[in-house]
């Protein structure tokens, strides 16, 4: 796979990404991968602004809406899954479209992600208990205190993540952002283009309020609900912006408005630390929302086409 062609099109939520990816892979015989950690989860489609099955048909779409809420997904697996996908995608002759926001999985993709050993059952049992005991707030804490790469890029509200590295750094005496320092020996050489979309965050917020409205309006609480008649409210695909928020709400907890707006802070404050990322991020050529006509022309370009 070295040198085969890859565009990787990042942001933050919110940033009109799926349309773009649409544009772009109808104009240039390309196929959508997922690159976002939420939209993996199967039965979350709204809640996680999954591509529309309308959309989806417009061109392939791959690794949306396909694991069980209960199933832990690690940046490193989650790559391995993506890499097939894009050798597929290769072998049809068409442009692979890396598509997301979950800058951890984009480098672990492209190979910004050493192999780290598997964690013992002892030491998850371990501190699963400890997360019960100690709470969200306690653990992320401990999380700083042996990882402060890791707290600053992961929620306090994110079990997933949170326990994820501090098992690593349990079990192996070295903390998580270490082993995503160190790079994977078998990363496959793309020939990368990488599109971001991007907007000041004050101009962000109105759309993500305006999105979680429309969210919670068509279907995300149902399926939320119909997610909690299945599962605990802990399982790692509600672990996500959105869920925590929802399920408090449909214990009793609190009022749908009170959850609505949570959910626009906890959502405001990831794509803060999305738009931080991104800009560490090197030979990311920035668009406007909505420039579909110069993400295209950067394409054509990189392709050796001239004008799309």
């Not at 997904?73 to 050798?87: D, F, H, I, N």
Request: net charge neutral.
């Amino acid at each position: 796979m070295a040198g085969a062609k890859v565009v990787c099109l990042l942001g933050a939520t919110g940033t009109g990404k799926t349309g773009a990816a649409l544009a772009l892979a109808e104009a240039c015989g390309g196929a959508v991968v997922n690159v976002d950690s939420r939209q993996v989860y199967k039965g979350l489609a709204v809640l996680t602004a999954q591509p529309t099955p309308e959309e989806q048909a417009r061109c392939p779409h791959f690794l949306y809406g396909d694991t069980p809420l209960d199933m832990a997904v690690t940046a490193g697996a989650y790559a391995k899954r993506a890499r097939c996908v894009v050798a597929s995608i290769l072998e049809r002759g068409l442009l692979p479209l890396l598509v997301g926001g979950t800058g951890l999985y984009f480098r672990a993709i492209l190979g910004g992600l050493a192999p780290i050993p598997a964690v013992p059952p002892e030491v998850r049992n371990e501190i699963a208990r400890d997360y019960e005991a100690l709470g969200p707030a306690a653990m992320h804490e401990r999380l700083a205190a042996v990882d402060p790469a890791s707290a600053a890029r992961i929620a306090p509200a994110d079990r997933q993540r949170v326990t994820r590295a501090l098992e690593v750094a349990a079990a192996t005496g070295r903390s998580l952002s270490s082993w995503h320092g160190q790079g994977d020996p078998e990363a496959p050489g793309y020939d990368v283009l990488s599109l971001g979309v991007r907007l000041p965050l004050e101009a962000l917020a109105p759309r993500l309020a305006a999105r979680i409205e429309a969210m919670a309006a068509g279907g995300a609480v149902e399926e939320v609900a119909r997610a909690l008649e299945r599962y605990s409210a802990d399982v790692p695909g509600l672990s996500g912006i959105g869920g925590p928020e929802l399920a408090a709400h449909l214990a009793g907890q609190t009022t749908l408005g009170a959850a609505k707006a949570a959910w626009l802070a906890n959502t405001r404050a990831y794509a803060k630390r999305q738009m931080t990322w991104f800009r560490k991020e090197p030979d990311v050529h920035w668009f406007a929302p909505g420039d579909t006509a110069g993400m295209l022309a950067a394409v054509a370009g990189w392709l050796g086409r001239g004008a799309a």
